[in-house]
């Protein structure tokens, strides 16, 4: 029946690209289907396309349909499933695109008249390695084309000797990501051009790690001993809960549950689907939109209303890969983009070609906007 199914999932793609105001009996048609609601009406393109019409209560159509699939696991299997539509959906409906009234400054590294480089690749990429307290190094060999890199208690428990708690670093370069388990059950997700210093166990009245980069954790539960993270001066400390970390923009984003951030002498308390921000001796908080650093830690590249610059740049970390905009005008495009990073650099690169709003090709290890 996978046949039927995709029929009706084309049709309803054609009606959404058509971009014209949607019929009551096509809406009717695509609300009543539950098999289709769950490849596209729950993605807010859908409800986007058909806010404007009143007659009919979509929201409450799609709410009861979230009710109907509740649960973490369902949720996350759904998510799974809904990303390759989201992601068509976005070229035809979702990805709103305007330029910014700003003028770009180009890399004086790279003096190329109306060129600009975004992100530079590493010219010696490298493995994942992890490298214990003695100067000890372990390179973690992974498929080229795997994103993240699963690494388990195993890998570290390699390179233990008699001590009985060492100090381990994770190094993880650009081109890489890894979610490694802790030695408590938590998960830390490292971004590319990372680091992790963390302990072989947790035996203190803390579960400290530091980061240099950027890393989403989802912490296992101990009300007696606080998961501190420290970060470039940064320390944010829970019982048990999900957020994200930057030590590069001296950013934390929590998910859910509560953290404690303190720098330089200030504290703030988060509450889920905040984010606080230290920058020039002050601190600032907002509530923000988890969904990318969710789809981070599900093996996502995801942004929405975000500029061309920061999408490029992120996705030539990813797969190290030197970006250089040759179009400088579209570096502060803003557009809404999705892509697997299992599938690679020419995944990501198709899907930006489909937007049609500016050309990326690969030429060596370099990705070129025009």
């Not at 973690?140 to 060492?166: F, N, R």
């Not at 190094?171 to 210093?197: E, M, Q």
Request: hydrophobic share 40%; charged share 25%; with cysteine.
């Amino acid at each position: 029946m996978q046949q039927d199914k995709d029929i009706r999932l084309e049709k309803a793609l054609d009606i959404i690209e058509a971009g014209t105001q949607i019929s009551e009996e096509q809406l009717q048609e695509l609300l009543s289907d539950d098999a289709l609601l769950g490849d596209v009406a729950l993605a807010n393109e859908l409800r986007a396309a058909v806010r404007a019409q009143g007659a009919v209560d979509v929201e409450a159509r799609l709410e009861k349909f979230h009710q109907s699939a509740s649960g973490d696991s369902k949720r996350t299997s759904l998510m799974r499933r809904l990303i390759p539509v989201l992601a068509i959906a976005a070229v035809f409906i979702g990805a709103i695109v305007m330029l910014l009234p700003r003028s770009s400054t180009p890399n004086t590294q790279h003096p190329t008249p109306n060129t600009t480089e975004v992100f530079t690749a590493d010219a010696t990429p490298a493995e994942l390695t992890l490298t214990d307290q003695n100067g000890k190094t372990l390179a973690l060999k992974t498929p080229a084309d795997h994103q993240p890199a699963p690494i388990s208690i195993d890998d570290y428990c390699k390179m233990l000797s008699q001590a009985e708690t060492e100090r381990m670093t994770l190094d993880v370069p650009y081109g890489k990501s890894a979610d490694i388990i802790l030695p408590d059950g938590s998960i830390a997700y490292l971004h590319p051009g990372s680091r992790l210093r963390f302990p072989t166990d947790f035996s203190g009245q803390q579960r400290i790690v530091i980061l240099e980069g950027e890393a989403y954790f989802k912490v296992k539960h101990d009300s007696s001993r606080p998961f501190v993270v420290m970060a470039d001066g940064m320390q944010t400390t829970v019982l048990g809960t999900e957020f994200h970390v930057s030590s590069q923009s001296h950013e934390v984003v929590l998910v859910t549950g509560s953290v404690r951030v303190s720098n330089e002498g200030q504290q703030v308390m988060l509450r889920p689907h905040q984010q606080c921000s230290f920058a020039n001796g002050g601190c600032s908080t907002a509530d923000v939109d988890v969904t990318p650093y969710e789809m981070w830690r599900d093996g996502y590249l995801y942004f929405d209303n975000v500029e061309l610059r920061t999408i490029l740049e992120a996705i030539g970390q990813n797969f190290n890969m030197t970006v250089e905009f040759r179009n400088t005008d579209a570096l502060h495009y803003k557009m809404r983009f999705i892509s697997e990073r299992n599938k690679g650099p020419q995944a990501a690169i198709d899907m930006m070609n489909r937007m049609k709003k500016v050309s990326v090709r690969q030429e060596g290890n370099r990705l070129i906007v025009e």
